[in-house]
C-alpha cells in the first residue's frame, strides 16, 4: 500500500523559510516523479512542483519559481520542499503527490497533508 | 499555461439524480485529463484518469468522456456519500493545473 506522510508545516513570519518533507512507503521511490500541491483554506488547488525520479529534472509553478525548491533523497524515500520568502499568499495545505510515471504522469496517490500558515 | 474552466461552480441535487460537471481547456490536451472528489478536511480522491479510465474502486455510477478541450463528469445516480467538490486537472504538460472545483450540495 502506498503511504505518503508530509511534515514540516506551521506558522511562519513573512519573509521566513520552513522546509517541508514527504516520505514515501510501499512502492519503488526513484520509480515515480513525485510533486506538491497545495490548497489555499476554502479555495481550490494549486500545482506547485514536481521532480522526476532522478531528481534531475524540475518544474515550478510561476508564482513559488525562484522562492521554492523541490528536492528528493531516493537512499530515504523522501522528497522535501524549501520554501524561501514565503509570503501572506503561501498560506495553505501542502500536499504531497506521487505521479503515475517517472517524469509526469496523473495523481493516483496523496499525502494527508501539510498546513503552513504565514503570518505577523 | 493551460487553463481549465470548471462548470457549474454549485450544483445543488438530490439523491438518485443523474448531474455532469463540464471542464474546459484552452487548448487541446487529448485525453490527459482526471478528475477528482475532495470532502472536507480530506486529501482529493482520484475518479477518473485519461479522460474516461475509472480508477480502481471508484463506482461505476461515475463516469467521464472528452477529449480535446471538453469533458464531463457524469454521476449516474447520486448518492448521499457523493456530495462533495469535484475537480478537473489536466497533465498534458507542466505547469499541471486545476479547474476552480463544482460544490455538489443536497437540494
Known amino acids: 500500500e502506498v503511504q505518503l506522510l508530509e511534515s514540516g508545516g506551521g506558522l511562519v513570519q513573512p519573509g521566513g523559510s520552513l522546509r517541508l518533507y514527504c516520505a514515501g512507503s510501499?512502492?519503488?521511490?526513484?520509480?515515480?516523479?513525485m510533486s506538491w500541491v497545495r490548497q489555499t483554506p476554502g479555495k481550490g488547488l494549486e500545482w506547485v512542483s514536481v521532480?522526476?525520479?532522478?531528481?534531475?529534472?524540475?518544474y515550478y509553478a510561476d508564482s513559488v519559481k525562484g522562492r521554492f525548491t523541490i528536492s528528493r533523497d531516493n537512499s530515504k524515500n523522501t522528497v522535501y520542499l524549501q520554501m524561501n520568502s514565503l509570503r501572506a499568499e503561501d498560506t495553505a495545505v501542502y500536499y504531497c503527490?506521487?505521479?503515475?510515471?517517472?517524469?509526469?504522469?496523473?495523481?493516483?496517490?496523496w499525502g494527508q497533508g501539510t498546513l503552513v500558515t504565514v503570518s505577523s | 499555461d493551460i487553463q481549465m474552466t470548471q462548470s457549474p461552480s454549485t450544483l445543488s441535487a438530490s439523491v438518485g439524480d443523474r448531474v455532469t460537471i463540464t471542464c474546459r481547456a484552452n487548448?487541446?490536451?487529448?485525453?490527459?485529463l482526471a478528475w477528482f472528489q475532495q470532502k472536507p478536511g480530506e486529501a482529493p480522491k482520484l475518479l477518473i484518469y485519461?479522460?474516461?479510465s475509472l480508477e480502481s474502486g471508484v463506482p461505476s455510477r461515475f463516469s467521464g468522456s472528452g477529449s480535446g478541450t471538453e469533458f464531463t463528469l457524469t454521476i449516474s445516480s447520486l448518492q448521499p456519500d457523493d456530495f462533495a467538490t469535484y475537480y478537473c486537472?489536466?497533465?498534458?504538460?507542466?505547469?499541471?493545473?486545476f479547474g476552480q472545483g463544482t460544490k455538489l450540495e443536497i437540494k
Open positions: 485519461k479522460a474516461s
Open positions: 487548448q487541446s490536451i487529448s485525453s490527459w
Open positions: 521532480i522526476s525520479g532522478s531528481g534531475g529534472t524540475t
Open positions: 486537472q489536466q497533465y498534458n504538460s507542466y505547469p499541471y493545473t
Open positions: 503527490a506521487k505521479n503515475t510515471e517517472y517524469t509526469s504522469g496523473f495523481y493516483m496517490d
Open positions: 510501499g512502492f519503488t521511490f526513484n520509480s515515480y516523479a
